[in-house]
């Protein structure tokens, strides 16, 4: 997708975003050639924050390739916002009703029409107490097997700065300036996976894949050693509520 396919309701939002972004933050953006010229690819990019999704958009748009994010349906019946999540084509997400299965046609049709379609995989702000990547459900993945479209991680760090994730009071902290570190990284080789089953395990093999290559560009980023253990949020991984974390030696058994 080029900038003149762009549309007037993202442009509307650049209009009205990205001023305050510039003016407020600084920014370190990494990884731009890895953001593919053209056809249809998937996105998948952590959270810890609600300031990152503006953080990471800001990035994408400024690649010409704008992203559709798979977003709760709450926020296309809330006044402007819902406008112009409508309006820029972002595809809602309906949890546990019949018509959840939607978000997911949606997406392959999108990235069949050569578009970025962006999951945040986690579904949710991490709860992980050290602010890495949780444990992802399975969605990107799903559409990933169907598509075999390359897959780009992506990695934010410093919006949390400004808002932290679940603070009684959602003030933005704007001094010091803070700046907003997006990284993508190189596509993830699911090959291996291609003609596979999707069964329930190869989706989670693939999921723990595209979450593993997160974790490692957040790692780079903060200087960190990737932790031993993924967090699993509990209300989001029924099938492991008994077992707070899952370390990568019992994914390897």
């Known amino acids: 997708m080029s900038r003149r396919k762009i549309g007037f309701w993202y442009r509307l939002a650049a209009f009205l975003v990205k001023p305050p972004l510039l003016v407020l933050f600084r920014r370190d953006w990494r990884g731009m050639e890895h953001i593919p010229a053209e056809g249809g690819f998937i996105t998948a990019v952590n ?5 990152d999704p503006l953080s990471y958009a800001h990035f994408q748009y400024n690649t010409g390739r704008v992203p559709r994010f798979l977003a709760k349906v709450s926020l296309f019946n809330t006044g402007m916002v819902g ?19 939607d978000a997911f046609r949606a997406a392959v049709a999108a990235v069949h029409a050569g578009e970025c379609v962006a999951f945040y995989p986690e579904g ?25 479209a390359p897959v780009i991680p992506v990695a934010q760090w410093g919006a949390h700065e400004a808002m932290p994730p679940y603070a009684k009071k959602k003030r933005l902290r704007l ?5 907003l570190t997006v990284v993508a990284g190189p596509p ?29 560009l957040l790692a780079d980023l903060r200087n960190e050693p990737v932790p031993a253990e993924r967090y699993i949020h509990r209300s989001t991984s029924p099938e492991r509520r ?10 390897a058994e």
């Not at 959270?47 to 300031?51: E, K, M, Q, T, V």
């Not at 949710?124 to 075999?148: C, F, I, N, S």
């Not at 001094?175 to 700046?179: D, E, G, N, Q």
């Not at 693939?206 to 593993?212: A, F, G, L, N, S």
């Open 188 to 216: 993830v080789d699911l090959g291996e996976f291609y003609g596979k089953e999707p069964t329930t395990e190869v989706l989670r093999e693939v999921t723990d894949t595209i979450m593993d290559a997160i974790t490692a």
């Open 47 to 51: 959270h810890n924050s609600y300031l």
């Open 242 to 251: 008994d077992r707070p974390h899952v370390s990568k030696e019992e994914k």
């Open 124 to 148: 949710t702000l991490t709860r992980d107490p050290a602010l890495w990547p949780m444990e992802g459900k399975t969605g990107a993945a799903r559409v990933a097997l169907l598509t075999r």
């Open 175 to 179: 001094l010091p300036r803070k700046t």
């Open 83 to 101: 406008c112009f999540m409508r309006g820029t084509g972002q595809i809602p997400v309906y949890r546990n009703s019949s018509d959840a299965a």
